[in-house]
């Protein structure tokens, strides 16, 4: 997958040539560790799928999950900006987010806020200038209150094991938009605490934010729903989750 994307955005972002992310010797370390494994417990959906479907073996699908709850703000101080947190790169799908955030001329009425280290480079940026805000890493007190102020929440990575800050925005009951490639299809069901996209069909992507500008009452509804079900996705549920599958496996072992 990021093949294609390097072929289709060719130098557009330093991490994809990072000898540390996509090093060979990673990989074989990886398939080795998996080749040994008697079962594997997965935090995703697509990241048991990724594996089930190049080796055979018994795959576990547990979420992860979130400490506690933020409270919800106010719907009058929510602003008309959406966020983006994590890393800036390509294979967070944030040149693709830019790509359709200037198609709508979103910028003109929302802010787009992307907060965390910036990778894509200045050449591919210089077609966006004041079209985004660059804010570098927050402290989690920081970025809990930009959850709590934004309308909408956008994750759109080409492929992540599971994607933490989906469940950090929920928690804030901040509705989010996020692409499929991760643990949005096991904690969000589509046009109800967010929306779901095919990643790389951007306009999928474009449909779905030009829907949650268009709509804010029902993003607003999205966003409670949300909430509530970020209540799920507790640690003491996990933990219980993983008991229930570890116990079996131990007396059988």
């Given at each position: 997958?990021?093949?294609?994307e390097?072929?289709?955005?060719?130098?557009?972002?330093?991490?994809?040539?990072?000898?540390?992310?996509?090093?060979?010797?990673?990989?074989?370390?990886?398939?080795?560790?998996?080749?040994?494994?008697?079962?594997?417990?997965?935090?995703?959906?697509?990241?048991r799928?990724?594996?089930?479907?190049?080796?055979?073996?018994?795959?576990?699908?547990?979420?992860?999950?979130?400490?506690?709850?933020?409270?919800?703000?106010?719907?009058?101080?929510?602003k008309?900006?959406?966020?983006?947190?994590?890393?800036?790169?390509?294979?967070?799908?944030?040149?693709?987010?830019?790509?359709?955030?200037?198609?709508?001329?979103?910028?003109?009425?929302?802010?787009?806020?992307?907060?965390g280290?910036?990778?894509?480079?200045?050449?591919?940026?210089?077609?966006?200038?004041?079209?985004?805000?660059?804010?570098?890493?927050?402290?989690?007190?920081?970025?809990?209150?930009?959850?709590?102020?934004?309308?909408?929440?956008?994750?759109?990575?080409?492929?992540?094991?599971?994607?933490?800050?989906?469940?950090?925005?929920?928690?804030?009951?901040?509705?989010?938009?996020?692409?499929?490639n991760?643990?949005?299809?096991?904690?969000?069901?589509?046009?109800?605490?967010?929306?779901?996209?095919?990643?790389?069909?951007?306009?999928?992507?474009?449909?779905?934010?030009?829907?949650?500008?268009?709509?804010?009452?029902?993003?607003?509804?999205?966003?409670?729903?949300?909430?509530?079900?970020?209540?799920?996705?507790?640690?003491?549920?996990?933990?219980?989750?993983?008991?229930?599958?570890?116990?079996?496996?131990?007396?059988?072992?």
């Amino acid at each position: 997958m990021m093949v294609r994307e390097f072929a289709e955005f060719p130098n557009i972002c330093k991490a994809a040539n990072d000898p540390n992310e996509f090093a060979e010797e990673r990989t074989i370390r990886k398939d080795a560790e998996l080749s040994s494994a008697d079962q594997v417990l997965c935090p995703s959906t697509f990241a048991r799928a990724s594996l089930t479907r190049h080796r055979a073996g018994t795959y576990e699908m547990i979420p992860f999950a979130i400490n506690g709850t933020t409270a919800l703000s106010a719907e009058r101080s929510r602003k008309p900006m959406f966020l983006y947190a994590g890393n800036i790169t390509m294979r967070k799908g944030v040149h693709r987010l830019l790509l359709a955030w200037k198609e709508l001329k979103a910028h003109r009425t929302h802010e787009l806020r992307l907060v965390g280290d910036m990778f894509l480079s200045e050449k591919f940026l210089r077609d966006f200038r004041g079209m985004f805000t660059h804010v570098p890493r927050l402290a989690r007190d920081e970025l809990d209150r930009y959850y709590r102020e934004a309308a909408g929440f956008v994750f759109n990575p080409v492929a992540d094991g599971f994607g933490h800050v989906i469940l950090e925005a929920m928690r804030c009951g901040t509705p989010v938009i996020a692409s499929k490639n991760c643990g949005a299809p096991d904690t969000i069901t589509n046009r109800v605490e967010g929306l779901l996209v095919d990643y790389g069909d951007q306009s999928q992507l474009i449909s779905a934010l030009d829907l949650a500008l268009s709509n804010p009452a029902e993003l607003r509804e999205m966003g409670r729903a949300a909430a509530d079900r970020a209540k799920k996705y507790t640690w003491e549920d996990y933990g219980e989750r993983f008991l229930n599958w570890l116990r079996p496996l131990l007396k059988h072992g």
